[in-house]
């Protein structure tokens, strides 16, 4: 009798998606296809788990076009890319597994489908493409790949909610109208500046390129009380609530904008999240100590899956690439 998803151990899950990384990897090796056998033939148990795990990843090239063109095909040169789902960019292999068959079916319906806009957003933006929003006051914003925002202008105010993702922001003195920027737990204050902001489920990040702004936290002032100046950046924990200075070079703050990914000290996993959100698809981290290792560079965001073969590989990892839109980074 077939097993429901939720009745199969995590453990036969994580080797069900391992055998089908390997088979994907190494098709032709006929001592890896003899073990695999042998491990089916172990429980009906490990086939349940596999036939779905494979259901789901064969199923994606064969959806209808309205689902799948998207992710099928890369917009061609200078086109608008379609909006792409707000989608969890790197998972560990636990977090893919923990919900079982149902989780990764959601995954894959999730992505082949386009995923749903932020309906209270006034601006979005999909998976790899940015925009450039100009305000009413002649203030600009550019939103970065897969950023959803809100803005309201009143009399005496300007104020925009970022809701996910990230955004630059170029704005126009008034002294009369201050303008701000909700991001999760932080609101950043201006009168006129450039700035960048970001926003994820586990951080805020500020970062001055130009003028001063204050950022605030429940009311209480982040850093000194004069404000952020050119060059200084603060890190949010949305969970702690702990802050973090920081003192980027000026020239690399917002360097997105320039299709540059630039990393200084950042752990692998941090890489591979940021560089998921430029992805067309899911980028799995099956390696925990791969993930913790630590490196700095520049990456292109153009190419990122090709940035993430180079993360990987500089530190002993490997790529693996299942189906259309999955890449399996793992140790060696």
Known sequence: MTQRPDEIDDRIWEAAFDWLAEIERR???AELDAAFRAWLAESGAHADAYAQVRRIWSAAPHMPPAFGEQWRHLPAPGAAPPLAPRRPAVLSRRQWLAGGGALAAGLALYAATGGFRDLTADHATGTGETRTVALP????????TDTAL??????DRRNVALLRGRAYFDVRRDAARPFAVAAGPARIEVLGTRFDVRLDGAAVDVAVEQGRVAVRMAGRDVG??????????VRIDRRTR???????????IA?????????DGWTIAEVLDELGRYHR?????????????????FYDLARP??????????????????????LVVSGR
Not at 137 to 144: A, F, I, P, Y
Not at 245 to 252: G, I, L, M, V, Y
């Open 27 to 29: 098709p032709e090796d």
């Open 137 to 144: 006051d002649g203030s600009r914003m550019q939103l970065d």
């Open 150 to 155: 809100r803005v309201t202008y009143e009399a």
């Open 224 to 233: 000194p009380r004069d404000g952020l100046g050119r060059g200084e950046a």
């Open 242 to 252: 702990a802050v973090r200075r920081e003192t980027p070079a000026p020239d690399t």
């Open 255 to 263: 360097a997105w904008r320039r299709g540059q990914l630039v990393v």
């Open 281 to 297: 698809g899911v980028i799995l981290l099956r390696d925990e100590a791969l993930g913790a290792q630590r490196v700095s560079g």
């Open 305 to 326: 899956a090709e940035a993430v073969r180079s993360v990987a590989q500089s530190h002993g990892g490997r790529v693996t690439q299942v189906g259309p839109w999955l």
